[in-house]
């Protein structure tokens, strides 16, 4: 008994404590985004993140890989990790991040449990986004109008398939590949076991991303400020809907859509049954991608790091930070850094 009640007020001090950190609202700031700033050194910018206050992660206990790993802190950069030149895309197969390095034709894996780099492998021109179909890699060559396939374990190209003109960051629907293709204003339908185009469907202008909702595929059109749903069976189209001002970044949510409007500054939150938009959210600084780690969306920037609560989309920490593509592996956020060659883990 004594050593029960022992136990019990240690974690309550332990929680008294963590508590503390949490900084009042006064402290937080405005949360108005700063004007750019040249990038700092790897070694000065990592000294400057970890300074930075870290936030109590208030739904880690819904998340049993948090718990496991005694991560009880939300965007609090561990390090990052040099990977290719110019990382855009970034996906988690189940082990290893991948992310596609539009500056030199390569995409690099990456141990998730400890960063080390397991290989870099060329592919094609201007690589912009990675996906994984469980068990293989696909990278959208947007130099070179084709997809590459890779097999997850080892990097051996699997084979090179054409598609549209600029293809984009792409979905796996559990069957298939889809790739937005830009100023094709079309997405291509790929059978992921070998590679077979399964029809390519007319979307928006400047088709950027696309993600899967469990039955249909979004699309977002940037060039004109709408998403485009397609009954994945097919390719119909069931309804395009109008939302922020250059609409890159889309993530679902397990009920609602999620969009990064790059010009305008904010994310639009839909519902994923009928498009019916649920809200507008500010996150000034050029929002590019954006991921779900079951509690929060993870919002990367030209100049902030943001995350939203999924549940009403209050910004509950932000981070100046230039970021690029965004996975969730589990327990943890990765993002590339196009201007740093890396890779951060939150």
């Not at 870290?54 to 939300?74: E, F, Q, V």
């Amino acid at each position: 008994m004594r050593t029960r009640t022992a136990v019990g007020l240690s974690l309550i001090v332990a929680v008294l404590v963590m508590a503390n950190l949490v900084p009042s609202q006064a402290q937080k700031g405005t949360g108005q985004p700063a004007p750019p700033q040249k990038a700092a050194s790897p070694a000065a910018a990592q000294a400057e993140e970890e300074a930075q206050p870290s936030i109590l992660d208030k739904g880690a206990r819904r998340n049993p890989l948090k718990i496991a790993l005694l991560h009880w802190y939300l965007a609090a950069a561990e390090r990052h990790f040099p990977v290719g030149n110019q990382p855009l895309g970034v996906c988690f197969d189940g082990a290893n991040i991948w992310t596609a390095n539009y500056g030199d034709g390569t995409v690099t894996k990456v141990r998730a449990n400890d960063g080390e780099v397991l290989g870099t492998f060329k592919v094609g021109a201007q690589p912009y986004g990675v996906t994984f179909d469980g068990a293989n890699i696909w990278v959208s060559n947007q130099d070179a109008a084709s997809v590459t396939k890779l097999r997850a374990s080892d990097g051996k190209t699997l084979g090179t398939f054409a598609v549209g003109v600029g293809p984009g960051w792409m979905a796996f629907d559990g069957a298939n590949v889809w790739v937005p293709n830009s100023p094709d204003s079309t997405v291509s339908k790929l059978r992921a076991s070998d590679g077979k185009n399964m029809g390519t469907f007319p979307v928006g202008y400047g088709a950027g991303a696309a993600a899967f909702d469990g039955k249909d595929v979004w699309v977002t059109n940037y060039g004109t400020n709408t998403v485009t749903k397609l009954r994945a069976s097919d390719g119909v189209v069931l309804g395009t809907f109008t939302v922020g001002y250059g609409p890159l970044g889309i993530a679902f949510d397990g009920a609602d859509m999620w969009v990064a409007n790059r010009s305008d500054g904010t994310v639009s939150k839909l519902r994923a049954s009928d498009g019916t938009v649920l809200g507008t959210f500010p996150a000034p600084g050029g929002p590019y991608g954006i991921a779900f780690d079951g509690t929060y969306m993870w919002v990367s920037g030209d100049i902030y790091l943001r995350v939203l609560r999924a549940s009403d989309g209050v910004q509950v920490e932000s981070r100046q930070l230039q970021t690029g593509g965004v996975a969730f592996d589990g327990a943890y956020v990765w993002m590339a850094s196009f201007g740093r060659n890396s890779l951060y883990k939150f």
